[in-house]
């Protein structure tokens, strides 16, 4: 598994860092082996070796993994950075009236959202490669284990809980009147770009199946895919291939890719046709025979 920093502005996608986590199970000592880290560990070292090259987000997107973790939180804090990050559904949390600051019993944020009324959910309209809509209400709250209110915003795939198949609670450190449900999720939503990147990379450019033992492995492999998926990129926004290889617009990554292996192989074919010698040569000299 790898741990990543990714850097998005909402135009450039930039991977920044990237580390292998190793489970413990697969080493010789487990968690007691010298070599385990955890992973908030990981996160949180190439957190700040982005701080150290002068990045600073102006909000870090986090997954439940890691937001669900309060010493990973508080460091972040203590780092002065402002996040966004997933919640469990069976995390305590004390609901707080903003007007009254009166403070509710402490319940488990999967029964806190039982108690809401239809009339705070809001549609908001997220612009991913498919749009999709989701309901969004937030609540102020103290959660178990962090110090201070912080805002949490649930989110549903429907208009009413009983509907819905899919609930996320997002929990974030930035205050002000900016911070709405409406904010909270739309930023949170950029992490998509960043996915996009990672699905494309392990299912077309061989991330997924790759086995690295050494971190010099990993980084090297990772450069390659990056290298080559931003040639990818570049060439289907700037309709390169499409112009030699291919009869039809090339909207999607799986499809520019088509068209590349297909430039790919023409061009091999054309040199095999003059060159079959060199190329029976070659295959020789590893041991094989073609022909």
Same mark, same amino acid.
């Not at 135009?11 to 190793?22: G, H, I």
């Not at 560990?41 to 870090?60: E, M, S």
């Not at 997933?86 to 609901?95: E, F, I, Q, S």
């Given at each position: 598994?790898?741990?990543?920093? *990714?850097?998005?502005?909402?135009?450039? +996608?930039?991977?920044?860092?990237?580390?292998?986590?190793?489970?413990?199970?697969?080493?010789?000592? %487990?968690?007691?082996?010298? !070599?385990?880290?955890?992973?908030?560990? =990981?996160? &949180?070292?190439?957190? $700040?070796?982005?701080?150290?090259?002068?990045? /600073?987000?102006?909000?870090?997107? =986090?997954?439940? %993994?890691?937001? $669900? $973790? +309060?010493?990973?939180?508080?460091?972040?804090?203590?780092?002065?950075?402002?996040?966004?990050? %997933?919640?469990?559904?069976?995390?305590?949390?004390?609901?707080?009236?903003?007007?009254?600051?009166?403070?509710?019993?402490?319940?488990?944020? !999967?029964?806190?959202?039982?108690?809401?009324?239809?009339?705070?959910? =809001?549609?908001?309209?997220?612009? &991913?490669?498919?749009?999709?809509?989701?309901?969004?209400?937030?609540?102020?709250?103290?959660?178990? %284990?962090?110090?201070?209110? /912080?805002?949490?915003?649930?989110?549903?795939?429907?208009?009413?809980?009983?509907?819905?198949?899919?609930? !996320?609670?997002?929990?974030?450190?930035?205050?002000?009147?900016?911070?709405?449900?409406?904010?909270?999720?739309?930023?949170?939503?950029?992490?998509?770009?960043?996915?996009?990147?990672?699905?494309?990379?392990?299912?077309?450019?061989?991330?997924?199946?790759?086995?690295? /033992?050494?971190?010099?492995?990993?980084?090297? *492999?990772?450069?390659?895919?990056?290298?080559?998926?931003?040639?990818?990129?570049?060439?289907?926004?700037?309709?390169?291939?499409?112009?030699?290889?291919? $009869?039809?617009?090339?909207?999607? @990554?799986?499809?520019? &890719?088509?068209?590349?292996?297909?430039?790919?192989? !023409?061009?091999?074919?054309?040199?095999?046709?003059?060159?079959?010698?060199? @190329?029976?040569? *070659?295959?020789?000299? /590893?041991?094989?025979?073609?022909?």
């Amino acid at each position: 598994m790898i741990v990543t920093t *990714h850097l998005y502005d909402g135009v450039r +996608s930039l991977p920044l860092d990237v580390e292998l986590y190793q489970h413990a199970d697969y080493l010789p000592e %487990g968690k007691e082996d010298k !070599d385990f880290v955890k992973k908030p560990d =990981i996160a &949180l070292k190439l957190v $700040n070796q982005t701080l150290k090259r002068k990045y /600073r987000p102006g909000i870090v997107l =986090i997954d439940g %993994g890691y937001g $669900n $973790n +309060s010493t990973f939180l508080k460091e972040l804090e203590s780092l002065k950075l402002n996040y966004i990050g %997933g919640l469990a559904k069976n995390r305590l949390a004390t609901v707080i009236n903003p007007q009254t600051e009166e403070k509710q019993s402490e319940k488990r944020l !999967d029964e806190i959202i039982l108690s809401l009324l239809s009339e705070d959910w =809001i549609a908001v309209t997220l612009e &991913l490669e498919r749009p999709k809509t989701v309901w969004v209400a937030t609540i102020c709250a103290e959660i178990n %284990g962090l110090e201070a209110k /912080r805002n949490i915003a649930i989110v549903m795939n429907a208009s009413s809980v009983s509907e819905a198949t899919e609930i !996320d609670y997002l929990i974030t450190n930035k205050q002000g009147d900016r911070v709405t449900g409406e904010w909270i999720v739309q930023t949170f939503s950029n992490r998509n770009y960043i996915e996009k990147f990672y699905r494309e990379a392990k299912g077309w450019l061989g991330l997924k199946e790759y086995q690295v /033992r050494k971190k010099e492995s990993l980084i090297r *492999h990772f450069i390659l895919v990056f290298t080559a998926y931003t040639f990818i990129v570049y060439q289907q926004l700037m309709g390169g291939l499409r112009k030699r290889y291919a $009869n039809k617009s090339l909207t999607t @990554f799986a499809g520019t &890719l088509e068209a590349f292996l297909t430039g790919i192989s !023409d061009n091999f074919l054309g040199w095999l046709q003059n060159n079959m010698e060199v @190329f029976a040569e *070659h295959k020789a000299s /590893r041991g094989f025979i073609w022909g």
